[in-house]
């Protein structure tokens, strides 16, 4: 497409609430993706260091 000025471009045509709806939805949905990433990544890393900890503990500890 070519477009003639700015305005132009951000209406796409009469499709902009499609275009940049799509577009702000995608964006979204991959910052989220980020995040659970994150937060997977902290979980597994607790859960590493717990059961670090716990084989650590001396034998009589743990009964």
């Not at 964006?27 to 994150?38: G, N, P, S």
Request: net charge negative; hydrophobic share 55%; aromatic share 12%.
């Amino acid at each position: 497409m070519r477009w003639d000025s700015w305005a132009e471009f951000w209406a796409m045509g009469g499709y902009a609430v499609y275009v940049w709806g799509s577009v702000g939805v995608t964006a979204l949905l991959m910052a989220l993706e980020v995040l659970q990433a994150r937060w997977a990544h902290r979980a597994v890393l607790s859960q590493l260091q717990t059961e670090q900890a716990v084989a650590q503990l001396p034998a009589e500890e743990l009964m």
